[in-house]
């Protein structure tokens, strides 16, 4: 009985434990232009896509 409120106990703390690294106050690990980084990757690709769907129109192939 004791081993099983030990084992308890150590579970509860792991768990308060996780808990805690889980939650940081709302500060965010990403870069503050993280958002504008994003943005112009987004743009690079949608840039990349048009160009394939462009070349693939006038390819006259399926």
């Known amino acids: ?32 232009d993280g958002g504008a980084q994003a943005t112009a990757e987004l743009n690079g690709i949608q840039s990349t896509l048009d160009g394939i769907e462009s070349d693939m129109a006038g390819d006259g192939s399926p």
Do not use: N, W
């Open 1 to 32: 009985m004791k081993a099983a409120r030990f084992a308890a106990a150590i579970g509860a703390a792991a768990l308060v434990a996780l808990a805690c690294t889980a939650c940081d106050g709302g500060d965010s690990a990403a870069p503050a």
